[in-house]
């Protein structure tokens, strides 16, 4: 009875974390209109590195770490950190380049192809590819085709940076799962974060028209998705992993896609319109059919191996 009921509690927590992600589309949609892509991204990971920090601290403190372990787990961190957060920062930044020219809608759908990449491109790295996974891609694909192309056969601008971003996200997150069974998972998050926050303000400097301009007048935007979407619905997530069970909390967490495009419907007035419904019906449809399969690969630890979804 216990068990079962910090499952429900996790699947709760985990739940309310989608929510979270899935709402951070209408803030990025919202902020792409006041701050260069990669400004806002710099910003909005920095919030979310430090909140996660200061978490971190805090249970270091409540477990008693000597200043020499901490260094220690520290340091165990920096690369994979570097590694990821630098695979972060062109995905992250591809998705926030798109919001000019696409909806929430279609960025939440898009980006969720990264669910079904990630099996396709562990492929390459000796994963079995099975086949309801492969059936599931081939739903999703119909999907994207719906909701991406337009009757003319043309494919949107924003769109299309969004379906890079995906493919990004897919690279990164088999790069996490590469590191992740064997470091402390919010230690890991904060030097991913931070990194790719250090990285996102040297490509602003370098490529937005105006670095870090217009931050006052998003900043609502850029709060949420520091604090609320990277910060505390990643938190969430860790703690929920714990008691979750690994495709239940997979297919909970793949409906940030659903509430991305309910935030820009409700919040932000879109329309997708009949033919974007339909392909956002296939694509999610296709995604949790990915999702239900067995695993690649067996586990070594008991770390559910699951795409970690773009925060």
């Known amino acids: 009875m216990r068990a079962n009921r910090r499952r429900l509690r996790a699947n709760l927590m985990l739940a309310f974390a989608a929510l979270l992600w899935g709402l951070a589309f209408t803030a990025q949609k919202e902020g792409a209109a006041h701050v ?21 601290m805090a249970l270091d403190r409540r477990r008693g770490f000597t200043a020499a372990r901490r260094r220690q787990l520290t340091r165990s961190v ?7 957060g630098s695979m972060l920062t062109a995905a992250v930044g591809l998705q926030q380049a798109a919001m000019p020219d696409t909806t929430a809608g279609n960025a939440a759908f898009v980006t969720g192809l990264y669910l079904v990449l990630v099996p396709v491109f562990g492929v390459f790295m000796g994963l079995r590819l099975r086949w309801l996974t492969a059936a599931g891609i081939a739903l999703a694909l119909v999907g994207l085709y719906f909701v991406a192309i337009t009757d003319t ?3 949107a601008r924003g769109d299309g940076l969004v379906m890079l971003a995906a493919v990004c996200f897919a690279f990164q997150i088999l790069a996490v799962d590469r590191y992740a069974g064997r470091l402390p998972a919010l230690r890991f998050a904060c030097s991913q974060f931070g990194f790719c926050a250090l990285t996102s303000a040297g ?11 217009g931050l006052n007048l998003a ?7 520091g604090l609320i979407s990277v910060g505390l619905a990643y938190t969430f997530q860790v703690l929920a992993q714990r008691d979750a069970e690994p495709t239940p909390a997979a297919l ?8 991305g495009a309910l ?21 999610m449809a296709g995604i ?3 999702q239900l399969g067995p695993p690649a690969r067996p586990t070594k630890t008991t770390r559910p191996k699951k795409p970690l979804p773009p925060a």
């Open 36 to 56: 260069g892509a990669f400004s806002f991204t710099a910003v909005r990971f920095a919030l979310g590195a430090a909140m996660i920090g200061a978490v971190v």
């Open 78 to 84: 920096l690369w994979p950190g570097f590694a990821c």
């Open 153 to 155: 056969f043309t494919f």
């Open 203 to 213: 490509v602003a400097l370098a490529l937005d028209r105006a670095p870090f301009a």
């Open 219 to 225: 900043l609502i935007p850029v709060l949420y998705g």
């Open 252 to 259: 909970i967490m793949s409906l940030e896609t659903v509430f």
């Open 263 to 283: 935030g820009g419907a409700v919040i932000l007035h879109e329309n997708m319109g009949l033919r974007g419904y339909l392909g956002a019906c296939l694509m």
């Open 288 to 290: 949790l059919l990915s």
